[in-house]
């Protein structure tokens, strides 16, 4: 069973409304939280990441929230436009010598006009 | 994804035949990643390398060998390639610094 799950699978919003994806995690021991941004055809591109001890972090019209306590992320689009529509990945370490992650299977966005 | 280059960017395949990827970084860090990804699945960890002449199997190894001859460099080979194998393979270099993990563009694979 995956340890980072994802949900929606897939989503069509408006430009220029807000949606929100979350992501369940079982990692443990927890190191960090990342969501990227893979474009199709592309690598994924890092937008965030935060630790046991964040609860919040923006970069831009992106806002990803973090509760340790009960294993979830959330990852908000603010104002979204056309070159938001990817894929969303949210990605767990483990606290390990390694830094090996673990993937959530990704939301697809798609923004239409 | 700046940093990080993978060779060849496609290629098809029958069934037996083997082939080589690369993965080059010049960013100068230890670890790397070689993923492959397929639809409705996250990122599998396939082998991995935390140095120069070391590699260490992932979740998905079966199929797959890896060398780590040079810094730069991680090699992730196929020697009898099957249909199985048809998916996209990403590499990922770790900065211990930033703690990212920066991934290259990407090559798509086709086992036929």
């Known amino acids: 069973k995956n340890q980072v799950e994802q949900s929606p699978q897939s989503l069509i919003i408006l430009e220029g409304k807000n949606c929100t994806l979350q992501?369940?995690?079982?990692?443990?021991?927890?190191?960090?939280l990342r969501w990227y941004k893979q474009d199709t055809g592309r690598g994924p591109v890092s937008l965030t990441i935060?630790?046991?001890?964040?609860n919040t972090k923006s970069n831009g019209r992106y806002t990803a929230t973090l509760d340790a306590d009960t294993k979830q992320s959330s990852l908000h689009i603010t104002a979204s436009q056309l070159s938001d529509s990817a894929s969303y990945i949210c990605?767990?370490?483990?606290?390990?010598?390694?830094?090996?992650?673990?993937f959530g299977a990704g939301t697809t966005v798609t923004v239409r006009a | 994804n700046a940093g990080v280059t993978q060779t060849p960017k496609f290629r098809v395949l029958k069934t037996g035949q083997s082939m080589t990827l690369l993965c080059a970084q010049d960013?100068?860090?230890?670890?790397m990643y070689w993923y492959r990804q397929d639809p409705g699945m996250g990122l599998r960890l396939i082998h991995y390398?935390?140095?120069?002449?070391?590699?260490a199997k992932g979740e998905v190894p079966d199929g797959y060998n890896v060398s780590r001859l040079k810094k730069q460099n991680f090699l992730l080979g196929l020697e009898s390639a099957a249909p199985s194998q048809t998916s996209v393979y990403f590499c990922?270099?770790?900065?211990?610094?930033?703690?990212?993990?920066?991934f290259g563009p990407g090559t798509r694979l086709t086992v036929t």
């Open positions: 992501c369940n995690y079982t990692v443990s021991p927890f190191s960090n």
């Open positions: 990605v767990v370490s483990r606290l390990s010598n390694d830094y090996k992650l673990s």
């Open positions: 990922a270099v770790y900065g211990q610094g930033s703690h990212e993990q920066y």
């Open positions: 960013m100068n860090h230890e670890y």
């Open positions: 390398s935390v140095g120069e002449g070391t590699t």
């Open positions: 935060m630790t046991f001890s964040e």
